[in-house]
């Protein structure tokens, strides 16, 4: 989102400066993990938060799920804490200054915006606590700035998942026309990675003829498009950068009895998308898997509290699902249909 969640330009994060110096070592004193139904007996030091965005997102449940999936099967003691919303910046402050007091070893983070989460990042770096960083990046200048060091960063390849959607609304449409562009919340670093994306990929047929903000939220992207399909009659298509927004934007195509006339497409992949890919009320979702982010945000969090050297960027697997691979897709979720990389789990074996 993913969604997230998700205006400055995407262009301006590196994934080396994202990552940032490497936290290795020593990661504190913590409680001994539980080496029952272990995948390999971790130290005592290895406790690890994590502090994502709101469950009020499915993309983010699903993160969740990775997280917990993963610490038990480790036998590693995870706790987790989540935002009220995901646009919840200052609980979601409040939740990681909350933890950054106590005993944990680990802090996997993914902050609603680049810089929410700095002031406790900055307390964490402090005390020479690893920090991985997953999804939504911080932002590398505000990071620097207060000597911030995160350990790895890992997540989609935002720019690319836009260039997929951008092709693959080329291949829908060959003979050209105006689309419209939803995005999440104005200034969001993912969602203007994936809307740069998504212009970088179409064609010369294809003209953007708006942009607008819908939040990541469902009601607000049907509303706005509604809006922007009035203003704009012979509109052709709609990026939406993330699910829910496309399934708000697909509930207002239907609502004008354009569904199959006007094409959609989003990136997530959540379950809902899924099925109305399937259905044939969206045209494509470019999938991308939190449960896997979630997962490897752990591993990583192993790997380190044993003292190995983590990759600085870690891109999780991306995915076009259309009506031709849904089944496939929805099969799979929350993990991958296809094989992908997974570098942390050779560290922790």
């Known amino acids: 989102m993913h969604a997230t969640i998700r ?41 690890i938060a994590a502090v ?50 106590q005993d944990f070893s680990c802090y996997v983070i993914n902050p609603i915006s680049g810089t929410n989460l700095i002031q406790g990042l900055a307390q964490l770096s402090a005390m020479n606590k690893t920090i991985v960083n997953i999804d939504s990046p911080v932002d590398p200048g505000a990071a620097k700035s207060a000597n911030v ?33 939803v995005g999440g919340i104005a200034g969001d670093v993912t969602s203007g990675a994936r809307i740069t994306g998504f212009q970088q990929g179409i064609g010369p047929g294809l003209k953007v003829v ?45 609502n004008s009895g354009k569904t199959g006339k006007v094409k959609v497409i989003s990136v997530d992949g959540i379950k ?22 979630g997962q490897m945000g752990v591993e ?13 960027n870690v891109k999780a697997p991306v995915e076009l699902v259309t009506k031709d691979n849904a089944d496939k897709a929805l099969a799979a979720t929350p993990k991958p249909f296809g094989s992908y990389a997974d570098p942390f789990k050779a560290l922790i074996q």
């Open 272 to 293: 809902d998308a899924l099925q109305a890919v399937k259905a044939g009320t969206l045209d494509g979702t470019v999938a991308q898997y939190p449960y896997t982010i």
């Open 210 to 254: 708006q942009t607008v903000a819908a939040n990541w939220e469902r009601q607000t992207a049907l509303t706005a498009a509604t809006d922007v399909m009035r203003a704009n009659p012979n509109l052709a298509g709609f990026f939406v950068a993330n699910d829910d927004m496309g399934l708000g934007v697909a509930r207002a195509i239907a």
């Open 52 to 101: 994502i965005k709101g469950l009020d997102n499915p993309f983010f449940q699903s993160m969740k799920q990775g997280i917990d999936d993963q610490a038990r099967a480790a036998g590693v003691p995870v706790t987790v804490q989540a935002a009220n919303s995901i646009t919840d910046t200052t609980g979601q402050a409040d939740k990681l200054n909350g933890l950054a007091g």
């Open 300 to 312: 990583a969090c192993q790997a380190a509290g044993t003292g190995k050297t983590l990759p600085a």
């Open 7 to 47: 205006g400055r330009r995407a262009t301006a994060v590196s994934a080396a400066a994202i990552a940032g110096a490497l936290v290795l070592g020593s990661c504190g004193s913590g409680g001994p993990a539980d080496p029952a139904g272990a995948a390999g007996e971790q130290p005592p030091t290895t406790k």
């Open 149 to 181: 060091k995160l350990a790895t960063y890992i997540g989609t390849d935002n720019t690319e998942a836009g260039r997929m959607a951008g092709r693959r609304m080329t291949e829908l449409l060959p003979s050209g026309g105006d689309v419209a562009v």
